[in-house]
């Protein structure tokens, strides 16, 4: 549950490119035109950009508002956790000592061993529980992020007409060039959008 992993599972989509066709060359001067007007609607753009993964993570505001959430709800778990396991503890310590005193009959001592055993079974449950919730809102958060990327990127190439932008991660991309890196715009319109969303959430909430 620490934060590093929160996002392990992150992948960006890249916007896919136009379809290529090629035109006869052995058409008349008639049909030159008509070929070279078809040929433009469908020849595939050759514009590449990347943006960094890194960057998104850190600078757009959804992901970082996120992070915290997330973060604040595995330290909860945690605290959850171990303070049902010290109870657990402390209490099978002071059945082990009772029992080197002789403190239970019999009976006694297999109704405390059964409770504890019990009391161990519900942790197991609690623990499996609140990791298949926070599991669950990990993906949900993930999912949410790729597609709010997605749609920014399918409006922000309308104008830019990019024939394919990259996710660049780590060393996933051996060679990039500067100039191709559209990070900060793309972190800039992202923000834009989410704040925007936020306003208009809090302007329904006060009706």
């Known amino acids: 549950m620490k934060k590093k992993n929160i996002f392990s599972i992150l ?29 433009d609607k469908t020849a595939p753009n050759n514009k590449l950009a990347f943006v960094e993964v890194d960057s998104i993570m850190t600078q757009y505001n ?7 959430i997330l973060e604040q709800k595995g330290n909860n778990i945690q605290k959850t956790l171990a ?4 109870q657990l503890q402390t209490a099978a310590a002071n059945f082990q000592q009772k029992l080197q005193q002789n403190a239970y009959t019999r009976e006694q001592a297999e109704r405390v061993q059964a409770g504890l055993q019990k009391q161990n079974n519900d942790l197991q449950a609690l623990n499996q529980r609140l990791s298949n919730e926070f599991q669950t809102e990990t993906e949900e958060f993930n999912k949410a992020l790729h597609d709010s990327l997605q749609n ?3 409006l922000y190439n309308k104008d ?13 991309l051996l060679y990039a060039d500067k100039a191709y890196d559209i990070t ?5 319109g992202l923000n834009k959008m989410y704040k925007g969303k936020a306003k208009a959430k809090s302007d329904k909430a006060k009706k």
């Open 11 to 39: 992948s960006l989509a890249t916007v896919a490119a136009l379809s290529m066709t090629s035109c006869d060359k052995s058409n008349n001067k008639m049909d030159e035109k008509p070929a070279a007007a078809a040929a």
């Open 62 to 68: 959804f992901c970082k508002d996120y992070s915290k």
């Open 83 to 86: 303070n049902k396991q010290q």
């Open 152 to 154: 920014y990127l399918a």
């Open 160 to 172: 830019k007409k990019y024939g394919m932008i990259f996710a660049k991660q780590g060393d996933n």
């Open 184 to 188: 900060n715009e793309v972190v800039a």
